[in-house]
């Protein structure tokens, strides 16, 4: 049985809890526990880049959250992955690499998260990655994350482009250095495969002797001493083990874990906490503010002859290009089909993007086929229209007070009136391009929604049917310095010694982008804040 006293334990190894465990581990002095609910990491969709279809087709090594039935949204329950494994989302996901706009940290500053200007930030993000660029002043070079741009040889990315451009808006080489515009998607991917927090971050330094990692270990809660955590308690195997904390405690379970933790350990909301029988010890507003980005869905069929994930999409084909990849690296099963990425400003006197577009070379759920046995999908392309900044808000609550129980996650996605507005908006600014001239050697019929749909109201009820969330959750423990945060802005539970929370619940608001890269920047810049060598 492992030991039960450490200096640091960390729940969850995910994005950030991989990231927390190497660095404060590298004091070959400091002990650190690093617990995660879910198992190892070594399946080959896991590792292989065009396996994310698989893993999100069958939910494997996830969750299992979905969303209470959303009014806004037809009515539908709505799918939110989050990974459980080593890795966590960043084991599952697609593998974008986007930071957002230095107007996103400089507002986070502004609105009282002292300390995360962008200026603040740019250390950490650097510190992060290597940018197949190499070292520049925005980008960094030596990082544990490889970050490379799409290697997709689809002539329909030159066509987007040049669609983009017939539509009014500017080409980027890089967004996250020239963060508006239409420019090539960019994937931590390292040699040819996935590079997770947990194959960056944790898979070279498991051997050290002062960094215990359990999988299939699930925390049940905080140990508390009055105000002061001194432990977590978990199980594992059947045993229910208590393991002490030295130092501190510091959760890393996600948007929607850690508020579970937190409220199962008494920190919460008063009134819901007695609702369930807990009996509160800090009141916070742990759990509101959630909220995540929204993507809605319009495809053409795509004009003969298919393209080349299509073509690659053959069974025999991609069951030997599964293979290589796997074993050397290299091979169309390490490209993803997704040329092309776009943060856009509707208005020029916004601060950062409000819209981001997606376009895809496939359909979502697109499988392999072979002649005579599986039948092919119908080759599509699509722009999927991206609100960045809604103002909806949800909340996450317990259903109960069994750790295993899953939580109540409700976003309220179009609560509030301009969230239809924005997404309509973004809709029909996707349409326009797709109809580029530049695009008629592609494109066929609109398929989704159909050129008929062409009213607001018809729009509208198309993206309250279709819409889906982008698995993007933030905010339900943000830090600030209101009495509306959980967290102080050095990510410390409000009224709890030697607790804090740090991943994406941290967030004040979203960021203009996908939110992992931002989180491996928190969880770098929290762990210098830990060790007192946070860059001024």
Known sequence: MPGTTYDYIIVGAGSAGCVLANRLSEDPATSVLLLEAGGDDSHPYLRVPIGVGKLHQHRMFDWGYNTLVEEGMAGRELMTLRGKVLGGSSSVNMMAFTRGSAGDFDRWSRNGATGWSFNEVLPYFKRVETWEGGETALRGGSGPVAVESSKSNDPLDDAMRAAAVASGYPLTADYNSDTVGFGPTQFSIRNGRRASASRAYLRGIMQRPNLTVLTHAEANRVLLDGTKAYGVEYVRNGETVRAEAQREVLLSGGSFNSPQLLMLSGIGPADHLREMG???????????????????????????????????????????????????????????????????????????????????????????????????????????????????????????????????????????????????????????????????????????????????????????????????????????????????????????????????????DLVSAHTNAAVFMLAEKAADLIRGRAIA
């Open 278 to 508: 807990i009996e509160p010890i800090a009141a916070l507003p742990v759990g509101d503010n959630l909220q995540d980005h929204l993507k809605g869905v319009l495809l053409w069929k795509r004009r003969l002859p298919h393209g080349p994930f299509h073509r690659f999409l053959r069974y025999d084909r991609v069951a030997l290009a599964m293979v290589q990849a796997y074993v050397f690296g290299t091979g169309p099963a390490t490209v993803m089909p997704l040329g092309m990425q776009a943060f856009i400003k509707t208005s020029p006197d916004l601060e950062v993007p409000d819209i981001e577009f997606m376009p895809r070379g496939a359909p979502i759920g697109a499988a392999p086929h072979f002649p005579g046995l599986l039948k092919a999908y119908t080759d599509q392309f699509g722009i999927d229209p991206v609100i960045l900044h809604p103002e909806s808000r949800g909340t996450v609550r317990l259903t109960s007070t069994d750790p295993r129980a899953r939580v109540r996650i409700q976003y309220n996605y179009f609560s509030a009136p301009a969230d239809i507005a924005k997404m309509r908006q973004g809709f029909r600014l996707a349409r326009e391009i797709g109809n580029q001239p530049a695009l008629d050697a592609f494109r066929d019929v609109e398929l989704t929604p159909g050129p008929n749909v062409t009213s607001d109201a018809d729009i509208d009820a198309h993206l309250r049917r279709t819409s889906t969330t982008v698995s993007h959750p933030v905010s339900t423990c943000r830090m600030g310095t209101g009495e509306n945060c959980v967290l102080t802005p050095d990510l410390r539970v409000r009224g709890i010694e030697a607790l804090r929370v740090i991943d994406a619940s941290a967030f004040p």
